[in-house]
């Protein structure tokens, strides 16, 4: 079971910039993929971004609507993912969960953060 506690959310105004954190609750994110996802009022829920933390290293994936504004990252301790945002617009405007998704397993996310909210205004 992973526990995963998000935080760092809340009103910036558009151009400013935000760090989201996600963090686990007794183990590390070794061989998992740690996604960040977020979902707007009325809108489906939209995938963000991933890191892959494996023995050998990190890879990491970009949404095209992210891709130069965000970036994902870990703590040496690989306990905590980092999603910073920057030129923060309106649209980005949402609720932001992380996802783990243990590699070799379902590939799909089972573990979910409670959300944390970002609103941008113009």
């Known amino acids: 079971q992973v526990q995963l506690v998000e935080s760092g959310g809340g009103l910036v105004q558009a151009g400013g910039s935000l760090r989201l954190s996600c963090a686990a609750s007794g183990r590390t994110f070794t061989n998992y993929n740690i996604g960040w996802f977020r979902q707007a009022p009325g809108k489906e829920r939209e995938f963000v971004g991933r890191?892959?933390?494996?023995?050998?290293?990190?890879?990491?994936y970009y949404a095209d609507s992210v891709k130069g504004r965000f970036t994902i990252s870990r703590d040496n301790a690989k306990t905590t993912v980092y999603l910073q945002m920057n030129s923060l617009k309106p649209e980005d405007t949402a609720v932001y969960y992380c996802?783990?998704?243990?590699?070799?397993?379902?590939?799909?996310?089972?573990?979910w953060g409670q959300g944390t909210q970002v609103t941008v205004s113009s």
């Open positions: 996802a783990a998704d243990e590699l070799g397993g379902s590939d799909d996310y089972d573990y």
């Open positions: 890191i892959r933390i494996t023995w050998n290293g990190d890879s990491r």
